[in-house]
Structures are given as structure tokens and as C-alpha cells.
């Protein structure tokens, strides 16, 4: 079974930082586009950060300079490292991939880790 399954979400102070990490699991035979996206209270789902096989990488404005997306194709892992956390930067933050398994290429979603900022 293939699962894509975050961690590293919880409760930080304004101006902490977090590291969220998206690792993909199970008979995957190549991970192409991935993404970070975060979903607040009464808001739409909204993208904030994605990255190429090849590591070009892409912001919302209002996360540049704040929160940088990596990943370990070795280890078909993603990280999203947030620092100067704002109160808007609550919510559950999800990570979405296309991944190809068994032939299939399709995309796959995380189930989502909550991320708080709050003092």
C-alpha cells in the first residue's frame, strides 16, 4: 500500500520554526512533482510550496523568505522547514505527490499535520 504520511507538525510560538516532513511509502517506482499545501479554519486548501524531481522549487508570497521546500529523492522524502511562524500560518499543513506505482501515475495526499502558531 502506498501512503504519504507528514510529520513534525505542533504548537509553536510566534517566530519559531518547524520542520514538517512528507515521507512516501510502498511499491513506488518514481516520485515527480510534489507539493505542501495548508488548510485553516473556514478557508479554502491553499498551495504553498512545491518541488521538482530536479529541486526548482516554488512559494505562495506570502511564505518567501520565511519557509524553504526540500526533498531526498534517495529517501522519496520531502521537508518543508518554516522559521519566523506567524498566527496565520495555522493550519493543517498536507503534502501531495505525483507518484508513479505499478504502472500507474496518479497523485497521492498525506493526511494532513496541524500545525498551531499561538502564544
Known amino acids: 500500500q502506498v501512503q504519504l504520511v507528514e510529520s513534525g507538525g505542533g504548537l509553536v510560538q510566534p517566530g519559531g520554526s518547524l520542520r514538517l516532513s512528507c515521507a512516501a511509502s510502498?511499491?513506488?517506482?518514481?516520485?515527480?512533482?510534489m507539493d505542501w499545501y495548508r488548510q485553516a479554519p473556514g478557508k479554502e486548501r491553499e498551495l504553498v510550496a512545491s518541488i521538482t524531481r530536479g529541486h526548482s522549487t516554488k512559494y505562495a508570497d506570502s511564505v518567501k523568505g520565511r519557509f524553504t521546500i526540500s526533498r531526498d529523492n534517495d529517501k522519496n522524502t520531502m521537508y518543508l522547514q518554516m522559521n519566523s511562524l506567524k498566527p496565520d500560518d495555522t493550519a493543517v499543513y498536507y503534502c501531495?505527490?505525483?507518484?508513479?506505482?505499478?504502472?500507474?501515475?496518479?497523485?497521492?495526499w498525506g493526511q494532513g499535520t496541524q500545525v498551531t502558531v499561538s502564544s
Open positions: 501531495r505527490a505525483d507518484m508513479a506505482v505499478r504502472g500507474v501515475a496518479r497523485e497521492y
Open positions: 510502498g511499491s513506488i517506482f518514481w516520485i515527480n512533482g
